[in-house]
């Protein structure tokens, strides 16, 4: 089943100017719009959501709005620079998210996800991506995904949500209560429909087809079977001008996945042969199908490091082609590299002198394709007493910082990401506990080692600047080995409230 992402910029023209002038800019809270000419009129083309809450409109003379808001930023439209800016965000996209990206103007992208949503956590998690990153740019999102383009388009629009997951095949009953305006049609089928007494999407739908077709044409059936998921509609990706590509046409359309891995092998082949010829790896292909129904399948695979060999690579793709529904035949196949990246030689290493490093990079990239690339990571130390900040999470195959671990005092296997609050009986200042009670459980201590005192970092926050925590190895007598603290110094206040925790489980 295709899913498809509507991405949606309500305030894009006024964003993409007020990222452009920088500081320059009018205050975010200071009402703005922008004005082109329409004849001898000058109109608004676009306000940002301060000057539509004071109830100005797109389509009023600037004059009218400069009269009903005191202190207006009127500035000029620049529809060009807006429409270039969107194709340049469809790249970001493009290179990011999904193989299959387009501009739907004037203030959104299409995106097909079919199949790639796993590599980045989940359909949610995805939308809230983009939504998030778009947002730290200064670009106001929303963005939604169903079935078809249609769907997907209504519901980031009309449906007062940041994110919106239309659930497979529930594209239906999502537009049934959104306002007729949803549709993309033409205002005069709208206002003609409006006049007529319809309101909603289910009120067409229980309609009979006929009429309709009869009063406003057939856009009207089209765009109903587009939002209610029952008609396909095609999306021309965007290409970037540099791309690296080769493709394969075929007079018969094939199907059968035996053929479709044998011609993927040989589309790898010339690709790595021109990939050579620049010096570069591929870490990120993407293989598109057309198929003779004028529908696209897309497959994406990435790679921990630039590569460029042939059999690695054709392994990644051929592992996907059971996610390719073929339909009625394919007709043409395309290979590009979505990311490439220089790929440096590697020396070969004689075993008489040393031995070669282990090569666990097409691992990586077997189970990043299966799992996604954000749930493979690896911890990295980070130059801090204070345990929970001592790591970070980083890609697999990521270079080495040189930063080393800490070795004058053991680390548990297992730490919690929030330390759990126990019962336990200790002498203080100093002693370890003699027994605690976690989740229920009453452990009485059988060997201790301790205590490792740990400072706040006061430099990032006041409130740390007296903190303290001193923390203790513990064996049970079931032979379990904890980490504990006790929050505070065992004598002042000032520097912890002297209760315990459980931070980490050893082995």
Not at 110 to 115: A, L, R, S, Y
């Amino acid at each position: 089943m295709p899913r498809v992402v509507s991405l949606f910029l309500p305030s894009w023209s006024t964003d993409r100017l007020r990222r452009k002038l920088g500081d320059v800019s009018p205050p975010p809270d200071k009402p703005l719009v922008l004005v082109g000419r329409q004849g001898n009129r000058r109109l608004v083309t676009a306000a940002d959501r301060a000057a539509l809450e004071f109830g100005l409109r797109i389509g009023m003379p600037a004059t009218q709005a400069q009269a009903l808001v005191k202190g207006l930023a009127v500035m000029d439209a620049e529809p060009e620079a807006d429409t270039e800016a969107l194709e340049r965000l469809a790249l970001w996209a493009l290179r990011r998210y999904a193989p299959i990206v387009a501009v739907d103007p004037p203030d959104g992208l299409v995106i097909d996800t079919t199949g790639a949503d796993h590599l980045h956590g989940g359909e949610k998690v995805m939308l809230a991506d983009m939504v998030e990153r778009l947002g730290e740019a200064g670009i106001t999102a929303r963005a939604a995904v169903a079935d078809s383009w249609g769907a997907a388009h209504a519901v980031a629009r009309y449906v007062r949500q940041s994110v919106g997951v239309v659930a497979v095949n529930a594209s239906r009953d999502a537009v049934l209560p959104l306002p007729v305006a949803a549709l993309r049609l033409p205002d005069a089928i709208v206002s003609g429909l409006r006049v007529l007494g319809f309101g909603t999407v289910g009120e067409l739908l229980k309609q009979p087809r006929a009429p309709l077709t009869l009063r406003f044409g057939p856009e009207l059936g089209r765009r109903l079977d587009q939002a209610s998921g029952r008609l396909a509609e095609p999306i021309e990706p965007v290409r970037p001008a540099d791309v690296l590509e080769v493709k394969r046409t075929f007079g018969e359309p094939i199907g059968a996945a035996e053929t479709i891995a044998r011609y993927v092998g040989k589309l790898v082949q010339s690709l790595c042969a021109e990939l050579e010829t620049k010096g570069l790896g591929a870490r990120r292909l993407d293989l598109l199908l057309c198929r003779v129904d004028n529908r696209m399948e897309a497959i994406r695979v990435g790679t921990a490091l630039p590569v460029r060999d042939v059999k690695r690579l054709t392994r990644l793709l051929c592992d996907k082609i059971e996610t390719v529904d073929p339909g009625f035949g394919i007709e043409l196949m395309r290979l590009s590299v979505a990311l490439a990246e220089p790929l440096i030689p590697r020396q070969t290493i004689s075993s008489l002198v040393e031995q070669p490093d282990a090569e666990i990079s097409d691992l990586i990239d077997i189970l990043g394709n299966r799992v996604g690339e954000e749930r493979l990571y690896r911890f990295a130390p980070v130059a801090s007493d204070v345990p929970e900040r001592s790591f970070r999470r980083v890609a697999p195959a990521a270079m080495e910082t040189g930063d080393a671990w800490p070795d004058h005092w053991p680390r548990p296997a297992r730490l919690f990401a929030v330390p759990e609050r126990i019962e336990a009986i200790a002498l203080l200042p100093d002693h370890p506990p003699a027994s605690f009670t976690w989740r229920g459980i009453r452990r009485r201590v059988k060997r201790a080692d301790g205590p490792e005192r740990v400072f706040g970092e006061w430099w990032k926050r006041d409130v740390e600047l007296a903190a303290v925590r001193d923390y203790f190895q513990v064996e049970d007598e079931s032979g379990e080995r904890f980490w504990l603290y006790r929050a505070g110094d065992g004598e002042d206040a000032a520097t912890g409230s002297h209760r315990w925790f459980l931070h980490g489980i050893f082995g």
